[in-house]
């Protein structure tokens, strides 16, 4: 799965830092700890589920009651006893309402099975008998899941566990529209069929789908045959005979435009809203290429029989590795205009190797998660590296180490932890970015030859099975012939990170450079590292390496120089996951390390540094890396440009407007404006910019554009925002919610009722969230207006924490409307003069009435709504 919310957190932070640019960003840099679900019992160790019955083969009939959001179906499962005999069968169900169970003979004959259901989640089926593991036998169930009844429960990373999603099921939501989709990770496929939810069960399956003709099916494995039925349904086979674990079963349904590709001999097909059609290649970019690329680098082929992506509705995360049909939130899909900016390659890459990374070889319990997260996440490195080059690469990578770094500040743990409150508290930046970070750590030790054999055998030993992370440990040394209990404790099995302070010395007399290491971390929480690592050495026309291992709390490496160096460049091929305090580097030094260095993190590190020095030859290096050939670095330049605008402003500044105006990529263009209109006096005089800007190709640009003209010259910027409220793009529309939050003129309010309604999903959360600070400042005619559609919200939103900002709004208005109940009160106690008093009195009978709506709209959404976090608040706000 890849970390959820990419969009709706974007708009989130574009919300709170008024800049359009942090959309980069990943989800995984938001701070969502205030949510975080507290317990009062201590951890407890969370086993490998034991296996007891083995599920071999999972065939299902399922058909959708739409207006009940009821999953009708019939399952049969073919099963043996893991090793021992026994006469049980537990199967997790979740919120079913049972039919019958029956135990089905060789000759078909069915006789019915004594279970017990106690507790709405597992059944425990009495088999008649007792069968050893030389037996297989078969069971049916008949059944009805009823997702949308069971308790709602979900995490920061995905925002919801119900398993089965019937969206917009009664087509009351215009613009939106009906679907059925299934999300299975961590342990929800068990809310629309029975089986043995856990990572380290495998199966083959086979689905029946009956659905209306007009809706398109998709599941795992191959559609082997449609059978239309005569009565406006068909019913749809899919099958898939290669095992993989229940939490990847997936099923959609829908109107979607296929839009077919391949890749050797299997089919890649790309499943989109029919208006997206042309674009759909685009859409899921260069998959066949790394369908190619993948089954190359590892030495084991793509194993499954075909390869399907689908972009659904209102889905509960970022995306899903579902085998053989990997599902998008609606953020992957648009038009070339929008792809520009919002390209979902990198969670295509995470997905599609996903599939030897979790879907071939799976991790065995949620404790060793890392095993398909941390791969995936590098998978995206790879790709990226054979595709863009290794500076864009380790951009990317840089990403990862900034995340896992922030997420370090609140939370250490082991990344192999066999004690959680939660499992889905495993969907951290640990899982993702810092076992990517270790992933590349272990591949720069090894060499690439060895690594890349590592992981063959590892998929190659470990196929269609699931693992622990000695596995791989195992798989690595055997491989490289060395031992790597010390790699795998100090980074999979323990928690924490190096934090290294190094410190320089030149010695002439005795011609010798020092280097000092120090490690300075926690060692009662974090160990003590074991770091290879390689020191450069800089001179006027040589690069000398040493390669050295800190092993120790404090240590002081010795190199030979017969001359003073330029600079030492300590850990030169910037691999390491670690904080660092380098001392007493010099200002030519880290000029040396942008002009000779070749890495991504070299050129940023150095202009990092710089930019601190109040200094002309810093400010001109920096001004220099404006002109980088990676535009990377010109973003990071361009955000370290403020001693340079003291210093060189003439000069800054002919650099920022070129970029502003002409540069290639839309993001160094969209920082360019950011920062000419905030860190410039006088950005009125960039007027022209800003305006030319709103005719950019580029959506984020047009919308950075309106944000700065409305910062530089509010009349303008309002004048803008309102010619382009019509626009269909989510950064524009954000924008504007965004801007008009501010204001409090009353007439706005059409802008937001018309865009609740032209938005859905994650991509209304900018504008639900700006038209909450807007209606605060109005007064109770408006809040009255706004009603029905914060109550629609909060009643109908998937994502749990958009129904919280509507219902939030909702209890707000409330607060402020009873407060206001009051004043008047008071006032008219006070008030003698008849007409007045008549006033006043009209007055309080309108505050009275939108607080009553107010009050039934609270009731209404207390009966519906399951999630504690929104109970609690409005139970908090009585
Ligand atoms: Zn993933």
């Given at each position: 799965?890849?970390?959820?919310?990419?969009?709706?957190?974007?708009?989130?932070?574009?919300?709170?830092?008024?800049?359009?640019?942090?959309?980069?960003?990943?989800?995984?840099e938001?701070?969502?700890?205030?949510?975080?679900?507290?317990?009062?019992?201590?951890?407890?160790?969370?086993?490998?589920?034991?296996?007891?019955?083995?599920?071999?083969?999972?065939?299902?009939?399922?058909?959708?009651?739409?207006?009940?959001?009821?999953?009708y179906?019939?399952?049969?499962?073919?099963?043996?006893?893991?090793?021992?005999?026994?006469?049980?069968?537990?199967?997790?169900?979740?919120?079913?309402?049972?039919?019958?169970?029956?135990?089905?003979?060789?000759?078909?004959?069915?006789?019915?099975?004594?279970?017990?259901?106690?507790?709405?989640?597992?059944?425990?089926?009495?088999?008649?008998?007792?069968?050893?593991r030389?037996?297989t036998?078969?069971?049916?169930?008949?059944?009805?899941?009823?997702?949308?009844?069971?308790?709602?429960?979900?995490?920061?990373?995905?925002?919801?566990?119900?398993?089965?999603?019937?969206?917009?099921?009664?087509?009351?939501?215009?613009?939106?529209?009906?679907?059925?989709?299934?999300q299975?990770?961590?342990?929800?496929?068990?809310?629309w069929?029975?089986?043995?939810?856990?990572p380290?069960?495998?199966?083959?399956?086979?689905?029946?789908m009956?659905?209306?003709?007009?809706y398109?099916?998709?599941s795992?494995?191959?559609?082997?045959?449609?059978?239309?039925?005569?009565?406006?349904?068909?019913?749809?086979?899919?099958?898939?005979?290669?095992?993989?674990?229940?939490?990847?079963?997936?099923?959609?349904?829908?109107?979607?435009?296929?839009?077919?590709?391949?890749?050797?001999?299997?089919?890649?097909?790309?499943?989109?809203?029919?208006?997206?059609?042309?674009?759909?290649?685009?859409?899921?970019?260069?998959?066949?290429?790394?369908?190619?690329?993948?089954?190359?680098k590892?030495?084991?082929?793509?194993?499954?029989?075909?390869?399907?992506?689908?972009?659904?509705?209102?889905?509960?995360?970022?995306?899903?590795?579902?085998?053989?049909?990997?599902?998008?939130?609606?953020?992957?899909?648009?038009?070339?205009?929008?792809?520009?900016?919002?390209s979902?390659?990198?969670?295509v890459?995470?997905?599609?190797?996903?599939?030897?990374?979790?879907?071939?070889?799976?991790?065995?319990?949620w404790?060793?998660?890392?095993?398909?997260?941390?791969?995936?996440?590098?998978?995206?490195?790879?790709?990226r590296?054979?595709?863009?080059?290794k500076?864009?690469?380790?951009?990317?990578?840089?990403?990862?180490l900034?995340?896992?770094?922030?997420?370090?500040?609140?939370?250490?743990?082991?990344?192999?932890?066999?004690?959680?409150?939660?499992?889905?508290?495993?969907?951290?930046s640990?899982?993702?970015?810092?076992?990517?970070?270790?992933?590349?750590?272990?591949?720069?030790?090894?060499?690439?030859?060895?690594?890349?054999?590592?992981?063959?055998?590892?998929?190659?030993?470990?196929?269609?099975?699931?693992?622990?992370?000695?596995?791989?440990?195992?798989?690595?040394?055997?491989?490289?012939?060395?031992?790597?209990?010390?790699?795998?404790?100090?980074?999979?099995?323990?928690?924490?990170?190096?934090?290294?302070?190094?410190s320089?010395?030149?010695?002439?007399?005795?011609?010798?450079?020092?280097?000092?290491?120090?490690?300075?971390?926690?060692?009662?929480?974090?160990?003590?590292?074991?770091l290879?690592?390689?020191i450069?050495?800089?001179?006027?026309?040589?690069?000398?390496?040493?390669?050295?291992?800190?092993?120790?709390?404090?240590?002081?490496?010795?190199?030979?120089?017969?001359?003073?160096?330029?600079?030492?460049?300590?850990?030169?091929?910037?691999?390491?996951?670690?904080?660092?305090?380098?001392?007493?580097?010099?200002?030519?030094?880290w000029?040396?390390?942008?002009?000779?260095?070749?890495?991504?993190?070299?050129?940023?590190?150095?202009?990092?540094?710089?930019?601190?020095?109040?200094d002309?030859?810093?400010?001109?290096?920096?001004?220099?890396?404006?002109?980088?050939?990676?535009?990377?670095?010109?973003e990071?330049?361009?955000?370290?440009?403020e001693?340079?605008?003291?210093l060189?402003?003439?000069?800054?500044?002919?650099?920022?407007?070129?970029?502003?105006?002409?540069d290639?990529?839309?993001?160094?263009r969209?920082?360019?404006?950011?920062?000419?209109?905030?860190?410039?006096?006088g950005?009125?005089?960039?007027?022209?910019?800003?305006?030319?800007?709103?005719?950019?190709?580029?959506?984020?640009?047009?919308?950075?554009?309106?944000?700065?003209?409305?910062?530089?010259n509010?009349?303008?910027?309002?004048?803008?925002?309102?010619?382009?409220?019509?626009?269909?793009?989510?950064?524009?529309?954000?924008?504007?919610?965004?801007?008009?939050?501010?204001?409090t003129?009353?007439?706005?309010?059409?802008?937001?009722?018309?865009?609740?309604?032209?938005t859905?999903g994650?991509?209304?959360?900018?504008?639900?969230?700006?038209?909450?600070?807007f209606i605060?400042?109005?007064?109770?005619?408006?809040?009255?207006?706004?009603?029905?559609?914060?109550?629609?919200?909060?009643?109908?939103?998937?994502?749990?924490?958009?129904?919280?900002?509507?219902?939030?709004?909702?209890l707000?208005?409330n607060?402020?409307?009873?407060?206001?109940?009051?004043?008047?009160?008071?006032?008219?106690?006070?008030?003698?003069?008849?007409?007045?008093?008549?006033?006043?009195?009209?007055?309080?009978?309108?505050?009275?009435?939108?607080?009553?709506?107010?009050?039934?709209?609270?009731?209404?959404?207390?009966?519906?709504?399951?999630?504690?976090?929104?109970?609690?608040?409005?139970?908090?706000?009585?």
């Amino acid at each position: 799965m890849k970390n959820q919310l990419i969009v709706a957190v974007s708009s989130m932070l574009l919300l709170a830092s008024c800049s359009i640019l942090n959309k980069t960003e990943k989800i995984e840099e938001v701070d969502l700890g205030e949510i975080t679900v507290k317990s009062d019992n201590p951890l407890e160790y969370q086993p490998s589920e034991t296996r007891i019955n083995d599920l071999i083969h999972t065939k299902l009939d399922v058909k959708f009651d739409w207006p009940n959001a009821h999953l009708y179906g019939r399952a049969n499962l073919t099963i043996k006893p893991y090793f021992l005999p026994t006469d049980s069968l537990w199967l997790d169900a979740k919120g079913f309402e049972i039919k019958e169970i029956n135990l089905v003979a060789k000759n078909g004959a069915e006789t019915s099975l004594s279970y017990a259901y106690t507790d709405n989640m597992r059944v425990r089926i009495n088999l008649g008998k007792t069968y050893t593991r030389n037996d297989t036998y078969q069971i049916a169930m008949t059944y009805i899941a009823k997702p949308n009844e069971l308790e709602e429960g979900g995490s920061a990373a995905i925002t919801s566990d119900k398993g089965l999603y019937f969206i917009n099921p009664n087509g009351e939501e215009a613009n939106k529209p009906k679907q059925i989709w299934t999300q299975g990770e961590t342990e929800a496929s068990s809310c629309w069929f029975p089986t043995i939810d856990a990572p380290n069960e495998k199966m083959t399956q086979e689905i029946y789908m009956t659905v209306d003709t007009q809706y398109v099916t998709l599941s795992n494995g191959l559609l082997l045959f449609q059978t239309e039925n005569g009565d406006g349904t068909r019913t749809d086979y899919w099958k898939q005979k290669l095992p993989h674990a229940p939490y990847l079963a997936m099923m959609a349904v829908g109107e979607f435009a296929v839009v077919k590709d391949s890749w050797r001999n299997i089919g890649v097909n790309y499943y989109v809203e029919p208006k997206f059609e042309e674009h759909a290649k685009e859409i899921f970019p260069h998959t066949p290429e790394m369908l190619e690329f993948y089954s190359k680098k590892l030495g084991v082929d793509y194993p499954w029989e075909k390869y399907d992506q689908i972009v659904v509705r209102d889905y509960v995360s970022g995306a899903m590795e579902n085998t053989t049909g990997v599902i998008f939130g609606e953020f992957a899909q648009g038009d070339h205009r929008y792809l520009i900016d919002n390209s979902a390659e990198d969670v295509v890459s995470h997905e599609l190797f996903h599939h030897w990374f979790g879907d071939l070889v799976t991790c065995e319990s949620w404790s060793n998660l890392p095993l398909n997260e941390s791969f995936a996440t590098y998978g995206e490195y790879l790709w990226r590296e054979y595709k863009d080059g290794k500076m864009w690469a380790d951009y990317h990578i840089a990403q990862d180490l900034m995340s896992y770094l922030r997420e370090s500040k609140r939370k250490q743990v082991d990344m192999i932890r066999y004690y959680f409150d939660n499992k889905e508290d495993m969907f951290d930046s640990h899982s993702y970015a810092k076992g990517g970070r270790i992933l590349h750590m272990l591949r720069n030790n090894l060499g690439d030859e060895v690594f890349f054999e590592g992981l063959r055998v590892y998929l190659e030993d470990n196929k269609y099975q699931a693992v622990e992370i000695h596995q791989l440990r195992l798989a690595m040394e055997k491989v490289s012939g060395q031992d790597l209990n010390w790699f795998f404790n100090q980074w999979f099995l323990a928690s924490g990170h190096p934090v290294l302070d190094i410190s320089y010395a030149y010695d002439e007399d005795l011609g010798l450079q020092f280097v000092t290491v120090e490690q300075t971390q926690n060692l009662k929480s974090t160990p003590l590292y074991r770091l290879p690592v390689a020191i450069d050495i800089y001179h006027e026309n040589t690069i000398t390496r040493h390669e050295i291992e800190v092993t120790k709390e404090r240590q002081i490496f010795e190199f030979k120089s017969a001359t003073k160096p330029i600079l030492v460049n300590f850990d030169a091929d910037k691999y390491l996951l670690c904080e660092k305090i380098d001392h007493k580097k010099n200002l030519r030094s880290w000029v040396t390390l942008y002009e000779r260095g070749t890495l991504f993190e070299d050129k940023k590190e150095a202009i990092l540094a710089l930019s601190t020095e109040n200094d002309t030859l810093a400010a001109r290096t920096i001004i220099q890396a404006l002109d980088d050939r990676f535009w990377g670095i010109k973003e990071v330049a361009i955000y370290s440009l403020e001693n340079a605008i003291n210093l060189l402003p003439n000069l800054t500044k002919e650099r920022l407007v070129a970029l502003a105006q002409f540069d290639e990529k839309s993001s160094v263009r969209a920082a360019a404006i950011d920062v000419l209109a905030t860190d410039f006096k006088g950005g009125n005089d960039f007027r022209f910019i800003f305006n030319n800007g709103l005719n950019d190709s580029s959506y984020v640009v047009v919308a950075t554009s309106l944000y700065a003209l409305y910062e530089t010259n509010k009349e303008e910027g309002l004048a803008a925002a309102e010619r382009m409220e019509q626009s269909d793009n989510i950064d524009i529309i954000s924008i504007i919610s965004e801007i008009y939050a501010g204001e409090t003129d009353a007439k706005y309010q059409t802008f937001y009722e018309a865009a609740m309604t032209r938005t859905s999903g994650f991509d209304r959360y900018g504008v639900l969230a700006g038209y909450a600070d807007f209606i605060k400042g109005q007064n109770a005619l408006y809040m009255g207006k706004s009603l029905e559609t914060f109550k629609k919200s909060a009643l109908i939103e998937n994502a749990w924490w958009m129904r919280m900002v509507a219902t939030n709004a909702i209890l707000e208005m409330n607060k402020s409307i009873n407060s206001n109940l009051n004043k008047l009160d008071k006032k008219i106690d006070n008030t003698v003069d008849e007409t007045a008093l008549s006033n006043l009195k009209e007055d309080k009978n309108n505050h009275q009435k939108v607080a009553n709506k107010l009050q039934e709209a609270i009731t209404e959404i207390k009966a519906k709504e399951t999630n504690t976090r929104i109970l609690e608040a409005i139970e908090k706000a009585k």
